[in-house]
């Protein structure tokens, strides 16, 4: 990852990357990030050498939109957004001269780049779970059957999992 001026989502792609180089028979596949809709970072990055990670990293951070057109061949592109706010971008790349196996799926990777990235901006839900054990604890040593047990952890776990 390049590091980037201010904070940033971390998400977690997974095997994200990965699937959308073998799906569309690129040789690199990269997901940018622009915070704010400011110059974007590189955020994952697959089958690129280091030295063309730190170069395309760069040419983001000075604003050069065309580093990806000199350097491959072949570029398909598109936008990551989420619910109507853009992202950033998912590139797939190659050297080689040739149309990309299965282009229309480029979409669907997109998508879920921008879920990614929309998870990644959430602020964590915030349970440490102490006050719900406490009162467990208390629940349990005050029951007499397990009929009031079952009622007494519905009542208090129900909450946490949405309902009532």
Do not use: C, K, W
Not at 22 to 42: C, K, N, Q, T, W
Not at 78 to 105: C, K, M, Q, T, Y
């Amino acid at each position: 990852m390049i590091p980037a001026a201010g904070p940033r989502p971390t998400p977690a792609f997974g095997g994200l990357s990965r699937a959308a180089r073998r799906a569309l028979g690129s040789e690199a596949v990269v997901i940018v990030y622009e915070p704010d809709g400011g110059h974007g970072v590189v955020v994952e990055q697959e089958g690129l050498v280091p030295g063309t990670v730190r170069a395309f990293g760069r040419a983001l951070a000075n604003g050069d939109d065309a580093f990806l057109a000199r350097e491959f061949s072949g570029v398909l592109t598109a936008e990551v957004n989420l619910e109507g706010e853009r992202l950033g971008a998912i590139h797939a790349l190659r050297h080689s001269l040739g149309d990309f196996e299965h282009p229309e799926l480029i979409g669907i990777f997109a998508a879920q780049a921008a879920i990614a990235l929309g998870m990644a901006q959430r602020p964590p839900a915030h349970h440490d779970g102490s006050e719900i054990l406490s009162e467990l604890d208390h629940l349990v040593l005050s029951v007499h059957n397990l009929e009031d047990l079952s009622r007494a952890v519905t009542d208090a776990l129900g909450p946490v999992f949405g309902g009532p």
